[in-house]
């Protein structure tokens, strides 16, 4: 009996991973994520132009890094609001 409920449990946690893997697969794939990719940065390169007068190519240099950076940070929140919303 044990046998049985072991190869159920194990089951149900493949099932349970699968459905997570299939929900990031449509994370990343969404037109959400790569609007929120696309408004941070471009919200980064608005604000470094605002406030940096002289140019310097060691500060260009920083823009799209500090841009992808911000985004993971904030990306990560949309993803589970979106898992939540329209994650399967």
């Given amino acids: 009996m044990t046998d049985n409920a072991d190869l159920l449990q194990r089951i149900e946690k493949l099932e349970a991973r699968n459905k997570r893997v299939e929900a990031d697969k449509a994370w990343e ?3 959400q ?6 408004v941070l940065t471009y919200l980064v390169v608005v604000c470094y132009l605002y406030f940096v007068v ?6 260009n240099a920083l823009v799209p890094v500090i841009g992808f950076f911000l985004s993971t940070l904030t990306v990560s929140a949309l993803k589970e609001y979106w898992l939540t919303k329209w994650g399967k």
């Fill in 54 to 59: 002289h140019i310097n190519p060691w500060i």
């Fill in 33 to 38: 994520r790569r609007l929120a990719i696309i």
């Fill in 29 to 31: 794939t969404s037109w």
